[in-house]
Nanobody, 128 residues
Framework: QVQLAESGGASVQAGGSLRLSCAQS????????MGWFRQAPGKEREAVAG????????YSADSVKGRFTISVDNNKRTLYPQMNDLKSEDTAMYFC?????????????????????WGQGTQVTVQG
């Protein structure tokens, strides 16, 4: 079983930056896809960015390309999105997600159905 715990959510001014964290724990640490999703009130959950923990490529939704980056520290089992130039439309609950182990997940890395494990979420509010 994989447990995920997000942290770092805050209220920031438009144009500001924020870095979230997602710590993974569980009985094993296998290479897998990990991603960030977000959900604003009244809207469906959508993909933000993802990566395969043993790969080099990262994948981002068009809405955040050029502003958000994603990285992983495998030693710390922690996933980080770095969010720059935040806009009011980035306001949402941000969720960390992990797939089952293996590289099969890469073709659908920005799809909700790829992920079986979810954190509780951390709130990001962008003002102004």
């Amino acid at each position: 079983q994989v447990q995920l715990a997000e942290s770092g959510g805050a209220s920031v001014q438009a144009g500001g930056s924020l870095r979230l964290s997602c710590a993974q724990s569980g009985y094993s640490y296998a290479s897998r896809c990990m991603g960030w999703f977000r959900q604003a009130p009244g809207k469906e959950r959508e993909a933000v960015a993802g990566l395969y923990t043993a790969g080099r490529d990262t994948y981002s939704a068009d809405s955040v390309k050029g502003r958000f980056t994603i990285s992983v520290d495998n030693n710390k089992r922690t996933l980080y999105p770095q969010m720059n130039d935040l806009k009011s439309e980035d306001t949402a609950m941000y969720f960390c997600a992990a797939s089952d182990g293996g590289s099969w997940c890469i073709p659908d890395i920005l799809q909700l159905r790829t992920f079986n494990y979810w954190g509780q979420g951390t709130q990001v509010t962008v003002q102004g």
